[in-house]
C-alpha cells in the first residue's frame, strides 16, 4: 500500500523537526542515508508517468524475454512464452489486487479508511501470492489449450519471476512505501514530505520539499537484493543438477519466501496481523513449508525432454 507520511509519523512515534529524525537535528548518519526519490510521478505532455508502473512494466519485460530464452532451451516454442504472457500479466495484476485488498481491507474499508482508492493500483498496492495464483491459473489456462505442459514451463519462468519482482521492488522506493523501522544505520533510508504546488501534502503526486520525516529500514531493497541473490544460486544450482518436474519453481518459492519471512520482520508499515504476526509473515511461512515438501517428494524427478512437453 501507499503509506503517507502522516502515517509514517504516527505509526513510528516520530516527529518532523528541521530535517531531522525524531525530534533530533541531521547527523552523520542522516547525511549518509540513501534518499528517496524526491518524486514518483512525471507529468509529460499532461500525462503522468509513474516510477511504480516503469518498474513493473521492465520488470515484465525482463521476464518475458528471459523466460523465451529458459524455455527455448527446454525444447520449448518461444512464441508460447508471449501468448502464455498475454493472459498471465492481466490475471496477475487482477489477482495480485485482490489479495492486497483482502489482506489489507482495513486501509480502504477500515476506520479512517479510503474506500474510493480500492482500484488505484498507481498508488501501490500488489500483493505477490496474488499475483502469482493469478497468473499462475491464466498460464495453466493456455498451456492445457495448447496441450503443453505446466512444470517444464514453470521452471522456465520461475526465475525470471523472481527477479521481475526485485525489479518491481523499485517502484515502492518511488512511492515511498513498504518501509521498515526506523533505524540509524548508514545505509537507512530517507522518506520525504512530499507536497504538491501549493504546498499541501500529496504523497502520490507531490515531490519532495527537502524535509526528512523519518530515516527506516530499505526493506524494498532488502528484498530486492535478496531476490537477485537467490536467482543467480538457483541457477547454478538447476545448471549443476538439471532439475525438472517443477523443481526449479519450487526452488523459486522456498528461496523467496524465505527471505520475505525476515524481511516481514524488519517492516513497520500497516498490515494486517494473524496470531499476532503479519499476514504475509504467516503466508511465507506456509508457502516455504509447501514449498520444500514438494521438493523432498519429488526428489527423483528429472528434468523433462523436448518431446515431453506435449501433454
Known amino acids: 500500500m501507499t503509506n503517507v507520511q502522516a502515517t509514517i509519523v504516527q505509526q513510528n512515534g516520530l516527529v518532523p523537526h528541521d530535517g531531522g529524525l525524531?525530534?533530533?537535528?541531521?547527523?552523520a548518519t542522516l547525511l549518509a542515508a540513501i534518499p528517496s526519490p524526491s518524486q514518483g510521478v512525471w507529468m509529460v505532455g499532461g500525462f503522468p508517468i509513474r516510477g511504480y508502473a516503469l518498474s513493473i512494466l521492465v520488470g515484465i519485460l525482463v521476464a518475458v524475454l528471459w523466460s523465451q530464452r529458459r524455455y527455448a532451451a527446454r525444447g520449448g516454442n518461444r512464441e508460447v512464452v508471449l501468448d502464455v504472457a498475454l493472459a498471465a500479466v492481466p490475471a496477475g495484476i487482477i489477482g495480485g489486487r485482490l489479495y492486497h485488498l483482502a489482506t489489507d481491507w482495513r486501509t480502504y474499508w477500515g476506520?479512517?479508511?479510503?474506500?474510493?482508492?480500492?482500484?488505484?493500483?498507481?498508488?501501490?498496492?500488489?500483493?505477490?501470492w496474488g499475483a502469482v495464483i493469478g497468473g499462475g491459473l491464466a498460464a495453466w489456462a493456455v498451456l492445457r489449450?495448447?496441450?503443453?505442459?505446466?512444470?517444464?514451463?514453470?521452471?522456465?519462468?520461475?526465475?525470471?519471476?523472481?527477479v521481475a519482482q526485485g525489479i518491481g521492488r523499485l517502484g515502492n522506493w518511488f512511492?515511498?512505501?513498504?518501509?521498515?523501522?526506523p533505524t540509524d544505520l548508514p545505509w537507512g533510508l530517507k522518506i520525504f514530505e512530499r507536497v504538491d504546488d501549493h504546498g499541501v501534502l500529496d504523497p502520490v503526486l507531490g515531490h519532495s520539499n527537502g524535509h526528512v520525516i523519518a530515516v527506516v529500514q530499505p526493506t524494498f531493497l532488502y528484498e530486492m537484493l535478496w531476490n537477485f541473490a537467490?536467482?543467480?544460486?538457483?541457477?547454478?544450482?538447476?545448471?549443476?543438477?538439471r532439475l525438472g518436474g517443477g523443481r526449479v519453481f519450487a526452488l523459486y518459492v522456498a528461496g523467496y519466501t524465505a527471505g520475505r519471512f525476515w524481511i516481514e520482520l524488519l517492516r513497520a508499515d500497516t498490515a494486517t496481523h494473524v496470531f499476532g504476526?503479519?499476514?504475509?509473515?504467516?503466508?511465507?511461512?506456509?508457502?516455504?513449508?509447501?514449498a520444500v515438501i514438494f521438493l523432498v517428494w519429488t526428489r527423483s524427478r528429472r528434468r523433462e525432454t523436448p518431446e515431453e512437453l506435449q501433454t
Open 230 to 241: 537467490i536467482a543467480a544460486l538457483i541457477v547454478w544450482i538447476d545448471r549443476k543438477f
Open 145 to 162: 489449450w495448447k496441450h503443453l505442459a505446466l512444470a517444464p514451463f514453470a521452471d522456465s519462468v520461475a526465475l525470471p519471476i523472481l
Open 22 to 27: 525524531g525530534g533530533r537535528s541531521p547527523d
Open 277 to 290: 504476526l503479519r499476514i504475509n509473515t504467516i503466508t511465507s511461512a506456509v508457502c516455504f513449508v509447501g
Open 111 to 128: 476506520p479512517n479508511g479510503t474506500p474510493g482508492d480500492w482500484w488505484k493500483i498507481t498508488n501501490g498496492g500488489l500483493g505477490i
Open 175 to 181: 512511492n515511498q512505501e513498504l518501509y521498515g523501522r
